[in-house]
């Protein structure tokens, strides 16, 4: 018989608060670099006198670190305690950021950036996996409210504080900024976040990380290259995704064998739970609107209407700040009325937002681009707190960093294959109506449109989901793990 799940506390210690502080804060830091970047890589090309192809690894290599890196995270969430994992993850990125602010050279940037996002990889699932631990079932919507607004608000100012910084200053200051909060955060979380106990004596299996490695790689490689205008590097993305899918079959296949011991590099019974499956798939196809529309709007605002780099992030920064001030509200709305009446809403009006996009012109007015995008933002903070407090919140204790873990790196691949997939149908729109006869700024806002469309339909797959997720608001004391009538054994009972 499975051990019963503990109860947790109604209210959250002062500890507890102080512990999710520190790990929001540092969750904020570490995501806000991951957008600071790329709006400087032009500069950093002329800086370096390197081609364009060689400075998108500074973008390239940081994802690929981070789809390698966020599986093997579920392991070392139950091998070690809080405090230990923090202390690596803010460490690696600390020791990354000051690296790449002195980086006398492209290629010693370029391993900078590596170790940047060794660390980022390993906070997102620790902040959920925490949350997970400390905060009962019926509240951790209003927690993860405040998880949205790093998600939301970070990525939004990213590209501004950057456009601000290289109105004026050298480029190596979008790092030097950063790494005081960061190493502040690192002494705070090294003294105040609990050592706790290890949680599992498993051993890491090699075999699993070394297969690992070309399944998710590969698979954001490919993603990121399929797109590509150039012709060999179209046929190196088919490779590598061929590659990784085998590849993946291979580690799921080693997974599912391996979890019957309680040895599983990243465990795949979270995927038993019909609402964290949902979520799941939910949530790939957010990402994959969002992060399309991340790429395709800037590009339509610098490309067609002619805007500078500040003046782009200036545009997009308020409904990044909108989305982060609604979050908290979703948040404690969702432990009132659920998933459902929240996610139904925000698909629809994403979707009905990103078809209003199909319509932009060379000449659509600024102010009605700025509608759109503050709606979108109202849209997207109706999404992603519901969708993953929802689907994390049946897991038991034992699945919480193996399902964090899950949700981290499906996130990281729906965003890569969002902007593969948009990019690559925005490039052939604008090609199909240079063919038609159209020119210039005319062709690519039609290539534009296209793209918008295709994110459009994919965010109307999130209302068929939402509609099939379960309507019920988390009952208070309810045990996490026996929703939808399924009950999971922890790993350490399944022989």
């Known amino acids: 018989m499975p051990s019963p799940t503990p109860t947790l506390p109604d209210r959250l210690s002062a500890r507890d608060r102080t512990t999710i502080t520190v790990l929001l804060v540092s969750a904020f830091v570490v995501i806000l670099n991951e957008t600071i970047m790329n709006v400087a890589l032009p500069r950093l090309m002329e800086q370096f006198n390197v081609s364009a192809s060689a400075i998108q690894w500074l973008a390239t290599a940081f994802m690929l670190t981070m789809s390698v890196v966020i599986p093997a995270t579920g392991y ?56 997970l631990d400390l905060v009962p079932s019926h509240r951790r919507g209003a927690v993860m409210g405040n998880v949205s607004i790093v998600i939301s608000v970070a990525p939004a100012i990213g590209p501004t504080l950057s456009g601000l910084i290289l109105h004026s200053l ?58 590509s205008p150039d012709v060999a590097t179209k046929r190196i993305a088919v490779v590598a995704l061929v590659v990784s899918l085998v590849s993946l079959a291979g580690f799921v296949l080693l997974q599912l064998r391996l979890q019957r011991r309680d040895a599983a590099l990243l465990d795949m019974r979270p995927f038993r739970l019909r609402q964290f499956t949902l979520a799941l798939a939910l949530m790939v196809m957010a990402m994959v609107a969002l992060f399309g529309v991340i790429i395709l709007l800037p590009m339509y605002l610098q490309n067609v209407r002619g805007l500078d780099v500040l003046s782009t992030g200036l545009l997009m920064l308020p409904g990044g700040l909108l989305m982060g001030l609604l979050a908290p509200w979703v948040g404690k709305l969702f432990d009132k009325v659920g998933p459902r009446p929240l996610l139904l809403p925000g698909g629809l009006l994403l979707s009905a937002v990103l078809f209003g996009y199909t319509q932009l012109n060379e000449n659509t007015p600024l102010a009605v681009i700025l509608g759109l995008h503050l709606v979108m933002s109202i849209a997207l903070a109706f999404i992603f707190t519901p969708a993953f407090t929802a689907g994390l919140n049946p897991l038991p204790p034992s699945l919480h960093s193996h399902g964090s873990a899950l949700l981290a790196t499906l996130q990281q691949l729906g965003g890569a294959a969002g902007t593969a997939l948009l990019v690559g149908v925005m490039a052939a729109g ?46 208070p004391g309810a045990a996490p793990d026996g929703a939808n009538g399924i009950l999971l054994q922890s790993p350490q009972e399944v022989h």
């Open 170 to 227: 050298s480029w190596r200051f979008m790092f030097l900024f950063v790494l005081p909060v960061a190493v502040v955060a690192l002494v705070l979380g090294s003294r105040l976040l609990p050592t706790g106990t290890k949680r599992a004596s498993s051993k890491l299996h090699i075999p699993s990380v070394l297969i690992s490695i070309p399944a998710f790689g590969g698979l954001v490689y490919g993603l990121s290259g399929i797109g």
């Open 430 to 475: 604008t090609v199909s109506a240079a063919a038609a006869g159209k020119t210039g700024l005319a062709a690519q806002a039609a290539g534009f449109s296209n793209g918008f469309l295709v994110a459009a339909i994919v965010a109307l797959g999130i209302v068929v989901i939402a509609a099939f997720m379960a309507p019920q608001k988390p009952a």
């Open 76 to 131: 070392l969430l139950t091998r070690f305690p809080i405090r230990t994992v923090f202390i690596l993850a803010m460490g690696l990125f600390s020791a990354g950021t000051l690296l790449a602010g002195l980086a006398p050279g492209f290629e010693v940037l370029l391993v900078a950036r590596v170790i940047q996002a060794s660390g980022t990889a390993i906070m997102m699932p620790l902040l959920m996996t925490t949350i």
